[in-house]
């Protein structure tokens, strides 16, 4: 009976598979084949330990120069338009595997897109697109770079869809609010052009990114939004209008602790907003938490419903998290406007084609419970 393959024959197999899927995944991105070439081994180095342009080149024993050249020829169009397509590439493919699946199986993935940025510490002011934002991590302003995202969530799997570096802050700049809508406007039409259907998702982001016109824009595509909310909005109750921190207390007393589906106790009240018209509130002391929490959803759900979607949100900042820690984001500090987009796409390209190599090694029994940070580390 022959010997089963070691582990790092099998990952060495799976990568060199996903090497080549990504390589032509890339090219529609690039402007000839040795930028392909270069943007691949760039990604692929934090597998080398190696988080930044001269790293990898000195690892490989490479003079660092072409490489910074070629990469500033890769203009700011094909840096957008990598960063807001390439996510697509993976995802779609999932999403119709997911379809052809049982509605059981379906319902237990609990699709989400999910929308939050990020801001990178930046002290230098020769680097590009450094304003004064702030941070929710840092709970104070700073400056840095702030980057934004919509990710695809399916169960555990977090697919970056749309990134893009947000702009210093101006009249002519879009708000938050208005380039998430942009983002959802995006994701509908290129999964409607794939056959699937965006109502089948879901959508949730803090307080930040609800707008009137976020809500004028799941209304139209009929997708259903959770959102956080902010102490100074206004709600209208019963006949009663009073700013959320009264509501907060006074439905603090009514929260269930055995609502059908939920693992935290939750309280939920139909309301009208002067600004977003009506809504529906849930109320909820999520564990670990002494105060209440609320959200604002955007179309009739139910209240499981609703928390499943809240506990999928998280797996945002988790992907920010390992963008940072694990990807090293904040190492590469390439200057111009089409280097502040190759520092975000490299580690793009790096976080798919991991995610890839940990979704194609799952198969094996052994590889079944290994994670993305334990597959790097």
């Known amino acids: 009976m022959a010997n089963p393959p070691q582990a790092e024959d099998l990952i060495a197999e799976e990568l060199g598979h996903e090497l080549d899927t990504m ?76 379809q052809e699946k049982s509605a059981a199986t379906r319902s237990r993935a609990c699709c989400v897109l999910a929308v ?29 770079q702030d980057i934004l995202g919509l990710v695809l969530v399916i169960g555990e799997i977090v697919i970056p869809l749309d990134v893009r570096i947000v ?37 949730s982001g803090d307080s930040a990114f609800l707008s009137e016109h976020v809500q004028e824009k799941c209304q139209e595509l009929d997708l259903a939004g959770v959102f956080g909310g902010k102490d100074n909005y206004v709600f209208t109750i019963k006949g009663e209008t009073h700013k959320a921190p009264h509501w907060r207390t006074l439905f603090a007393g009514r929260l269930q602790k055995d609502a059908w589906g939920c693992e935290v106790p939750v309280y939920r009240i139909p309301a009208v907003s002067p600004t977003f018209g009506p809504v529906t509130l849930v109320f909820c002391r999520r564990k670990g938490d002494r105060k209440v929490s609320y959200f604002i959803l955007t179309q009739p759900l139910r209240t499981a419903e609703a928390m499943r979607i809240i506990h999928q949100h998280h797996w945002i900042e988790v992907f920010w998290k390992r963008c940072e820690g694990l990807f090293k984001l904040a190492d590469s500090k390439l200057r111009t406007p089409q280097g502040v987009r190759a520092n975000v796409g490299i580690k793009v390209i790096g976080y798919l084609l991991v995610l890839r190599l940990q979704i194609a090694l799952k198969r094996y029994r052994r590889f079944a419970r290994i994670s993305m940070d334990r597959l790097v580390r």
């Open 23 to 98: 390589k032509g995944r890339l090219q529609p991105f690039c402007h000839n084949p040795l930028t392909t070439e270069l943007l691949l081994l760039l990604g692929a180095g934090v597998m080398l330990g190696t988080y930044t342009v001269k790293e990898v080149c000195d690892r490989l024993g490479l003079a660092a120069h072409p490489a910074y050249s070629s990469l500033q020829f890769q203009s700011v169009y094909r840096w957008r338009k990598l960063l807001g397509e390439l996510g697509y590439e993976m995802a779609i493919p999932l999403l119709k595997e997911l």
């Open 116 to 144: 939050d940025d990020s801001v990178l510490e930046r002290l230098s002011r020769q680097l590009g697109l450094v304003w004064s934002w702030y941070s929710g991590r840092r709970k104070r302003v700073m400056r840095g």
């Open 167 to 203: 702009s210093k802050q101006g009249r002519a700049t879009p708000t938050k609010p208005e380039s998430y809508a942009q983002m959802l406007e995006e994701a509908q039409s290129r999964f409607q052009q794939a056959g699937l259907d965006i109502r089948e998702l879901a959508t």
